[in-house]
């Protein structure tokens, strides 16, 4: 059961941290996909809530308008520690409000999801040259999506909205990420979106304390056998795995011509 709150607030509208952008914007407070490695779970600490992390969602309110001369050709993200196409986006279409006014101010969006419900608003980005949609893929197993991302899209539904777009002349990217060690196939993650997409990124699972024994608890009842995988990287901190995955990666796309980025060393343009 997911506690839905309003949350009012002043601007939509955050000065991006994340290289590459100029602003963010989260429309919501919270995400309830549920993804058990979530990154933004140490939000909830700012929240309030005496509920676990994506089991509650509040909606932002505000009533000022983004500024179309501030935001002029300038390069926003949606979203950082939130899902903007969350299933919640049906009801009260925040997001599609804000792609409304970026569209007007002739801004670039990046898109960060795990939802094909970025599809509903293909006429937006149609107006929108230069903008692009990147969809989340930690896994191009179905099982793994429904046991670690039980309120995202599946990877049959994302595939096919990075296809729509993609044949709408849309610009895809695929975020691989995160990678978790021995569990993600990142080859069948490529093999799978490869026809429709123009750009790859790869990152790792970076184990936060709000979380680790969440992911080792999930390794334990559905990997058991990679338990001391996991051990010797987050427990002993060995960096070897990353170091080795990150050049078979980048060997591989550069003989197949993908262009791709790996972020497991510094920081990335997608959160």
């Keep these: 059961m997911i506690t839905i709150a309003t949350a009012p607030v002043k601007t939509y509208l955050s000065k991006s941290k994340i290289p590459g952008f100029d602003y963010v914007i989260n429309p919501y407070i919270g995400c309830p996909h549920k993804c058990v490695y979530c990154y933004a779970e140490y939000m909830r600490k700012f929240t309030g809530h005496p509920e676990e992390w994506g089991d509650f969602l509040d909606v932002k309110i ?4 983004l500024k179309p001369a501030k935001l002029f050709r300038m390069r926003v993200m949606l979203s950082s520690v939130t899902d903007p196409y969350n299933p919640y986006e049906k009801q009260y279409e925040l997001t599609r409000r804000m792609l409304k006014q970026l569209a007007f101010s002739q801004a670039y969006a990046c898109i960060l999801t795990k939802s094909a419900l970025v599809l509903r608003d293909l006429d937006l ?4 040259p230069g903008s692009e949609v990147a969809l989340s893929f930690s896994s191009a197993d179905e099982r793994f999506q429904e046991l670690a991302e039980p309120g995202a899209s599946s990877v049959e539904k994302k595939i096919n909205a990075l296809k729509t777009l993609h044949e709408n002349g849309i610009k895809t990217a695929v975020m691989a990420a995160p990678l978790l060690p021995g569990i993600s ?6 093999e799978a979106t490869r026809p429709y997409t123009d750009r790859y990124g790869f990152d790792s699972l970076n184990m936060r304390p ?3 024994k969440k992911v080792m608890s999930f390794v334990a009842e559905h990997y058991p056998h990679l338990l001391s995988l996991y051990a010797d990287i987050y427990l002993k901190e060995e960096n070897s ?9 980048l060997q591989y ?7 791709a980025e790996v972020y497991f060393s510094r920081s990335q343009p997608f959160a």
């Excluded at 505000?62 to 308008?65: A, I, Q």
């Excluded at 196939?185 to 490529?190: C, L, P, Q």
């Excluded at 796309?253 to 262009?259: H, M, V, Y």
């Design 62 to 65: 505000c009533d000022t308008p």
């Design 125 to 128: 980005l149609k107006q929108m």
């Design 185 to 190: 196939d990142w080859k069948a993650i490529i």
């Design 210 to 212: 709000a979380y680790q």
């Design 241 to 249: 795995y990353w170091v080795k995955l990150e050049q078979e990666i």
């Design 253 to 259: 796309c550069r003989t197949a011509n993908i262009p």
